[in-house]
């Protein structure tokens, strides 16, 4: 069947939730805002962004999407990575760096190169593209999950990020389907038990906590920590999508990220129509795209998947 109206929005707000709040985030990024400071898109930042620019984030997020478009999977998505880092992005993570500057021909390569790597491989690199999965797997919630982490896998190898990637997933998937965040704890009561263990508390600590206690959110962990942590810190908020997505910002560190992290699941529970109308008009970024782009690559990744 097609997707009702109210779903249809929700889905349009995954991309769109996700390149507002990375654009809101990336003026402030690696800073701490005081609480005197306004939060808006200004631009600026470590890069230089224009207002309403999007990061590698929603960068690498629109490689994923294209390739779902596409009716593709790893390999057409690693190819779409190859392709953005060949326009020398000014922001690229170093553990996504690492695996895009070796020469790899298929996603089995490109995985491999990423497993190869020494050392931690628990960046935020993976979970900050993951949403537009979940748009590509409305009707199937295993695939989704399965396919969240080939994708995460691509660059990042720790367990811990294919993980997040799952969980963060399957909640705006179904988000998109029945307009609340319930998706998160049904991950935690399906998943395995070492995984259930592991995240079970750390999301009650989100829940409870305040940035200090997960301040890391360069890691996977905290970085989806710090997005939970402002999706519950603002659920009684007269506009709640906004209010996270300053949260995420306020938190301070990695704010780009934790914002566009955050701002998928937010627009898949409130929807494309819950985003400010200034931020829609103004976000923008690689491949020359904008709000309306993000709306056309949402309709043609559902209609490969409908749901049935």
């Not at 993570?93 to 790899?104: D, M, P």
């Not at 914002?259 to 819950?274: E, F, K, N, T, V």
């Amino acid at each position: 069947m097609q997707l009702t109206d109210i779903r249809q929005d929700r889905a349009r707000g995954v991309l769109l939730g996700t390149a507002v709040g990375d654009a809101l985030g990336a003026g402030y990024e690696f800073g701490y805002p005081s609480p005197e400071t306004e939060i808006d898109m200004i631009g600026g930042g470590t890069f230089d962004w224009a207002p309403g620019e999007w990061t590698d984030d929603t960068s690498m997020a629109l490689c994923v999407a294209r390739g779902l478009e596409a009716g593709g999977d790893v390999d057409d998505i690693a190819e779409n990575f190859r392709a953005w880092f060949a326009q020398n992005p000014p922001d690229v993570g170093n553990q996504t760096r690492a695996v895009l500057v070796q020469t790899t021909r298929t996603g089995a390569d490109m995985t491999a190169a990423a497993a190869a790597l020494p050392g931690r491989t628990g960046g935020n690199g993976s979970l900050m593209r993951t949403a537009p999965v979940a748009l590509a797997y409305l009707d199937d919630a295993a695939g989704c999950r399965a396919a969240a982490a080939r994708i995460s896998a691509l660059t990042h190898s720790d367990p811990r990020a294919g993980e997040a990637c799952q969980l963060w997933s399957h909640a705006i998937r179904y988000a998109v389907l029945h307009g609340t965040y319930d998706g998160v704890a049904e991950f935690l009561d399906e998943a395995a038990h070492e995984v259930r263990d592991y995240w079970r508390p750390l999301i009650q600590q989100a829940q409870v906590g305040e940035p200090a206690d997960f301040s890391n959110n360069g890691w996977v962990v905290h970085a989806l920590q710090t997005a939970w942590w402002a999706i519950h810190r603002s659920a009684g908020e007269e506009r709640p999508l906004s209010a996270a997505l300053e949260l995420c910002v306020r938190a301070g560190g990695d704010t780009d990220t934790t914002a566009a992290i955050a701002g998928g699941l937010l627009g898949a529970r409130w929807g494309a129509s819950a985003v400010p109308r200034g931020w829609r008009d103004i976000v923008h970024g690689y491949p020359g795209f904008r709000a309306d782009d993000l709306d056309r690559i949402t309709s043609n990744i559902t209609a490969v998947k409908e749901l049935s």
